[in-house]
Every structure is written in C-alpha cells, then in structure tokens.
C-alpha cells in the first residue's frame, strides 16, 4: 500500500517540520560525528585574571587563616571568584584546623604514666566507650568555621587554656546501657 508523498504544509505533518530540529541534529552530525547538542562554554570568567591571582596569592600567604569572606571583600572580588580562584589557579584548600589541648612539657609524662596504669588495669571484656562535648560559655571556637588555607596540608594546630569557662555533656555506653550527664 503505497501513501504517496506530502508537503510539508499538510495538516498532520508538523513533526517533519525543519524547525522541529532534524536538519539541525543533521548538521551537529555532519559537523561534530555526534548527534549530541553542543555544550555551551558558558561565560568566560574575567575574574581570573594574572593580577587578581598574584593578589589572592599575596593575601592567602601573608594570612592563611583569614575566612574567605574576608579575603573577598579586601580584595574586593565575589566569594565564589575567590575560591575559584584559589582551587582552580593555585592549587589551595581550605584545611582544617585541629581543636587541641593545651599542653606543657610537665604534662606528657603524666600523660603517658596513665595510659600504661590504664592499659595494665582493664580487661578486654569490660570495656567502657564514652564521650564528651565541651561548650565554652567565652563562644570561642567553632573548629567548622577554623580553615587554614594552603596547598598542602600544614597539620595546623589551634590550642586554648584547658580551663576556660565551660559546660561540658558527656555521654559513656557499655554492655550494661548507656548513660548521659551534663
């Protein structure tokens, strides 16, 4: 059963359209060898340009542990031109800081003396797994908020008085339960 040959312009046959993109996929064909849609380049980042990363470069180095909020505005670049900047041109990362004790030299054969009686005096089975959360009522440290910024990790470290003012929530758990104070 032969159909015989339409126009273009008869009612049911929009799908054969040009603008509906088969001479378009054609042409990406014949162009690219793939009927896949071009991807856009996007927009060209005018940001990143030589002096703006000698600039991020200076700030960052002369003081790492400055937010990248801050670093931004003094430079007076948009947060996300900063971290492109800094990630993609100079190869930094946002480290984190580790959240320590303050320790004297007096303190670490103390230390160690109690690790051993610790290790001598508990048997296997009787193990205790506890925790503690300290919240200093001064609003210190938030470690989430602490970056030290760099291409390779520092180890840096930020050590506080061990006896500033604080409450403390602690939680222990065992094979008889688990128990929680504050």
């Not at 312009?9 to 009927?35: I, K, V």
């Not at 849609?37 to 400055?66: C, F, I, L, M, Y």
């Amino acid at each position: 059963m032969w159909l015989g040959y339409q126009p273009i312009d008869t009612p049911g046959t929009e799908m054969y359209h040009p603008s509906n993109g088969s001479p378009r996929t054609a042409n990406t064909w014949r162009e690219t060898g793939s009927c896949l849609k071009r991807k856009s380049p996007g927009r060209p980042h005018h940001v990143q340009t030589p002096e703006n990363v000698a600039a991020v470069r200076d700030a960052v180095t002369q003081s790492p542990r400055r937010s990248a909020r801050k670093q931004a505005s003094a430079l007076g670049l948009s947060k996300r031109s900063l971290r492109r900047i800094s990630h993609e041109d100079l190869k930094f990362h946002p480290y984190k800081m580790m959240l320590v004790q303050e320790m004297k030299e007096c303190d670490w054969p103390n230390r160690k003396k109690c690790c051993e009686v610790v290790l001598e005096n508990v048997a296997p089975d009787d193990v205790l797994s506890s925790d503690e959360a300290h919240f200093h009522l001064s609003g210190c440290v938030n470690k989430q908020n602490l970056r030290y910024w760099a291409e390779s990790n520092p180890r840096q470290k930020h050590e506080r008085p061990l006896h500033s003012e604080h409450v403390t929530v602690w939680c222990a758990v065992s094979h008889l339960g688990w128990l929680v104070g504050v």
